[in-house]
């Protein structure tokens, strides 16, 4: 009977960990300082905006 190809084995699941899985992204988006973590705080307020305008001008261009 085949192995599952899951099972890869000690050498398979270590490679897979820690060289071709996913990437690794605890803290990313808090960052490492206070000056990465400001400035992701103000390009999210940025971002949510803009997307408020554009609701608005979505809406003002179905009212006519």
Known sequence: ??????EGGFLWNWFYKNL??????QGAIEGVTQEARDAWKADLA??????????????????G
Not at 1 to 6: G, L, P, S
Not at 20 to 25: K, L, R, S, T
Not at 46 to 63: D, F, G, I, P
């Open 20 to 25: 071709a899985g996913p990437a690794a992204v």
């Open 46 to 63: 940025e971002r949510k905006r803009y997307t408020r305008e554009q609701r608005a001008r979505k809406a003002e261009a179905r009212r």
């Open 1 to 6: 009977m085949a192995k599952d190809v899951r």
